[in-house]
């Protein structure tokens, strides 16, 4: 640098010069500079102006990338785009369709406009044969600055028709794919002729490609919608039928008990859920005599309300003008063993004389019942368990014989009452059970019942039934 040079100007406080600062000097020469630095300056600041729009659309495509992060619906993404993308792109109206390709239509289902609007949601035209179905073949974006001439061209088309009756001059439409499927479109429109060139189009697609993220989305969160609205129907008419499968199985139970002298009796039905699979039955059989039926299908719910009441419906044929309890047995396996695939039925079955006392109990597979004897205040178990209903079709049954004083009673259940849980896993057991007959002198039936629910229950506590239970007491008063 010569000695005699200016010093460099560190802070730039004058670096151009618009033209020349007195007329009078001006030569060709500097005319000539004078016009290639205006050019520079010109553009530098078309630069500065392209930086400052790409800046701007970077921006709003961060936006748009963070209302999708957040789960937002494809409408509210679409709201969003039209009333934060004014200034980076032209519109007056932003529309988005879908392509059913079932029907091979596309269905308007978003739009917003500062105008009337005459496509809105619902609006669908056929895709084949359209400058639509071009877009999607090329894949590229479509860009007519002239939508009145074009019309001119394709006086056909309905939708041209409706956009230029809508003031629409200019459109700009951009295809969406997902996995390389074509979904749908956005599209863009100006009242301005000549609103879009190639330089809207990068920014465009860059806002397809997150909008086809989120119509994905959307698209799999409706189809989620559909079946959790499907799987909600379904459970309601389940819950419906449940609850009528309830009312015909409450019908089933017996609600009175035959006045039989010397007998006092008493039940207790109580479901796991809607509906379950206990049986019980108690039938006169002539004068003084009465027939005690418990049973317990396998399992409980649907399946095992069904073959309760297959149960039901085949007892009472079971049963001979005798009530002999074995003989009803094999005759009602001989029918479940037909019934019944890979299923059971467990049963207690007593022929009581109300006179005499005298008691005759045949057991199919189940727990012989509680005899309390009042005369000692002891509780004892009689009676061998023969095989379950419906496992071998020419089983045969023995009853045994059992003679009721007074005082005496007998505890029919199902294993519902044993294995009821608490919160722990702890079974109440029988011997639990056992212990609530002999605490109170001389149990009336119903009393001795309401006892032994509520110590269930308190066993219990919070832990749901894990299966149904039935109890059924006798005493000879």
Known sequence: MPMNSPPPNPRHEKPFVVGPTDATATTPAKTEDTDIYADFVARARDMAERLRQRELESERLLQIT???????????????????????????????????????????????????????????????????????????????????????????????????????????????????????????????????SDAHVAFFQEIAGHLAATVEKSRLYSELAEQKGLVERQNAVMVQELEMARHVQQALIPTWIPDVPGLEIAFAYEPAIQVGGDILDILPVGEDRLLLFVGDAMGHGVQAALVMSAVKAALKSAVDAQGDPAKALAALNRVLADLLDDFFVTAACALIEGRTGQIQVALAGHAAPLWFRAGSGQVAQHGESDPALGISKERTYAATALRLEPGDLLLFCTDGVAEAMDADGREYGMERLKRQLTQQPQPAPQSLLDAIRRDVDAHRGDRPMSDDYTLLIVRRS
């Open 66 to 196: 963070e209302r999708i992060n957040l789960g937002l619906t494809l409408e509210e993404v679409l709201d969003f785009l039209y009333q934060e993308l004014r200034g980076v792109i032209p519109y007056h109206r932003i529309g988005f369709a879908l392509v059913d390709r079932a029907r091979g239509m596309v269905v308007a289902r978003w739009a917003r406009s500062d105008r009337d609007m005459q496509i809105s949601k619902g609006y669908e035209a056929p895709l084949k044969g359209s400058s639509l179905g071009r877009v999607l073949e090329t894949g590229r974006p479509r860009i007519i600055n002239d939508l009145e001439a074009y019309l001119g061209e394709k006086p056909e088309s309905d939708a041209t028709r409706r956009a230029v009756a809508e003031g629409i001059r200019a459109s700009l439409t951009c295809p969406l794919f997902v996995q390389g499927k074509p979904v749908g479109f956005v599209f863009f429109s100006s009242v301005e002729k000549n609103a879009y």
